[in-house]
T-cell receptor
């Protein structure tokens, strides 16, 4: 079993849709949580850190549930430019395999 | 601010040959990471340095992979001898001195290695 597991996707949604990604982690000692975005053939870039209280950045909301060892990312009002692979990270350096999102006109 | 620099961008070698990758982190970043990303998977940590000391190399295949970070700045990752399954993108990342558990890591563009 992988340390960080994500919905494999792919998610294909129309512009303006709301989409949610889930991620579970197995190491209960993890203290750091992130969502990274990776465009095709590019390096990962930080989308947002995930805090225990939950946090929001514009159209993006991240939630952490330590009891269930679960992280989520919600994207509202999807844009074509949101098309990418979204990587969940638990601990400083353990990545999931990513969920691919395609937003269509 | 200059980002993480990596070279070469692309490399094609035959199996059993040797190869080396170079990384220059963001100035002032004490922590440096090397990741291996196989197509369709997330990055897998190979080794983490804090200054010039190794923090974590538990997933580095030490029979063929080696890495060093002399003087706590630039780093090189070497594979000798390469196998077909080493075909991947090798990503270098760095992060600033610890500012709490959510200190961000910045990635370079990676080196795409193809072993034939």
């Amino acid at each position: 079993r992988k340390e960080v597991e994500q919905d494999p996707g792919p998610f294909n949604v129309p512009e303006g849709a709301t989409v949610a990604f889930n991620c579970t982690y197995s190491n209960s000692a993890s203290q750091s949580f992130f969502w990274y975005r990776q465009d095709c053939r590019k390096e990962p870039k930080l989308l947002m850190s995930v805090y225990s209280s939950g946090n929001e950045d514009g159209r993006f909301t991240a939630q952490l549930n330590r009891a269930s060892q679960y992280i989520s990312l919600l994207i509202r009002d999807s844009k074509l430019s949101d098309s990418a692979t979204y990587l969940c990270v638990a601990g400083k350096s353990t990545f999931g395999d990513g969920t691919t999102l395609t937003v269509k006109p | 601010e200059a980002g993480v620099a990596q070279s070469p961008r692309y490399k094609i070698i035959e199996k059993r040959q040797s190869v080396a990758f170079w990384c220059n982190p963001i100035s002032g970043h004490a922590t440096l990471y090397w990741y291996q990303q196989i197509l369709g998977q997330g990055p897998k940590l190979l080794i983490q340095f804090q200054n010039n000391g190794v923090v974590d190399d538990s997933q580095l295949p030490k029979d063929r992979f080696s890495a060093e970070r002399l003087k706590g700045v630039d780093s090189t990752l070497k594979i000798q001898p390469a196998k077909l399954e080493d075909s991947a993108v090798y990503l270098c990342a760095s992060s600033a001195p610890y500012r709490g558990p959510n200190t961000e890591a910045f990635f370079g563009q990676g080196t795409r290695l193809t072993v034939v």
